[in-house]
């Protein structure tokens, strides 16, 4: 089956540790996406990578960091330096000149 | 920076009425898009409009790209319990480029 998938489904850390959640998809997409949303709230952009070896910052960057290093592969690390963690990770990937894909999101739980 | 309204922030439906709701944008957009998200799950992308003036078509739902291009509206007709969720409108200046998100609206069953 074609499509992006996030693990883990929920995930529990203990405040001061880093994290990184998996984003992975097969469907030959250049660009991937990471969002944050809080709960009753809208999705704001924490990085995005449009080709391999290459990521921007979003609007929140911020105590979050990404690696690219394959196309299918755009995992998020959640550093200790993130004031306020907990929240709805969405992951999301497309063709360069097509729209966006979301995979079902990561809930992360700060202890 | 951009910033898209979206209005009502929530409603209630009753089973068999058509629902509507809008997106405002402070500047221009060349591509609009409806997102449905149901809890705990990602966004699944409903409809995309490309062109100014457009009214697309899927199923129950229709939705326009406003001629300005600054604003999009959406319309559920006969409302089933399935419709119930939160829907996103999300702005593109161009393929390839991030999406800004509105803040939803969160439609719900009335009691």
């Known amino acids: 089956d074609g499509g992006i998938t996030q693990s883990p489904k929920y995930l529990f850390r203990k405040e001061g540790q880093n994290v990184t959640l998996s984003c992975e998809q097969n469907?030959?997409?250049?660009?991937m996406y990471w969002y944050r949303q809080d709960p009753g709230q809208g999705l704001r952009l924490i990085y995005y990578s449009q080709i391999v070896n290459d990521f921007q910052k979003g609007d929140i960057a911020e105590g979050y960091s990404v690696s690219r290093e394959k196309k299918e592969s755009f995992p998020l690390t959640v550093t200790s330096a993130q004031k306020n963690p907990t929240a709805f990770y969405l992951c999301a990937s497309s063709l360069s000149t097509d729209t966006q894909y979301f995979g079902p999101g990561t809930r992360l739980t700060v202890l | 920076g951009q910033q898209l309204n979206q209005s009502p922030q929530s409603m209630f439906i009753q089973e068999g009425e058509d629902v509507s709701m809008n997106c405002t944008s402070s500047s221009i957009f060349n591509t609009w898009l409806w997102y449905k998200q149901d809890p705990g799950e990602g966004p699944v992308l409903l409809i995309a409009?490309?062109?100014?003036?457009e009214l697309t078509s899927n199923g129950r739902l229709t939705a326009q790209f406003g001629i300005t291009r600054k604003d999009s509206f959406l319309n559920i007709s006969a409302s089933i319990p399935s419709d119930v969720g939160i829907y996103f409108c999300?702005?593109?200046?161009?393929?390839?480029?991030?999406?800004?998100f509105g803040g939803g609206t969160r439609v719900l069953v009335k009691p």
């Open positions: 999300a702005g593109q200046l161009a393929a390839g480029n991030k999406l800004t």
């Open positions: 409009l490309y062109k100014a003036g």
């Open positions: 469907l030959n997409h250049d660009a």
